[in-house]
């Protein structure tokens, strides 16, 4: 079983990452990730998207 998320679309961020990579991800729960710095670049661009999510979550 799973869930589903409804996230508002201005709160998405996309990243740099292959399926292959995000199934790693997924399956290893969060033990075996890609390079990083790769991935993060988008967010790296776009920190003020990065802190209104965090506001989102902190409230």
Do not use: C, H, W
């Not at 075996?32 to 991935?39: E, F, G, H, M, W």
Request: glycine fraction near 6%; charged fraction near 35%.
């Amino acid at each position: 079983s799973g869930f589903l998320l409804f996230v508002p679309k201005e709160d998405i961020v996309e990243l740099k990452m292959g399926v292959e990579d995000a199934a790693k991800l997924v399956i290893s729960a969060g033990l075996v990730s890609p390079d990083l710095p790769d991935i993060l670049d988008d967010v790296i661009a776009e920190p003020e998207k990065l802190e209104r999510i965090r506001k989102r979550e902190d409230a």
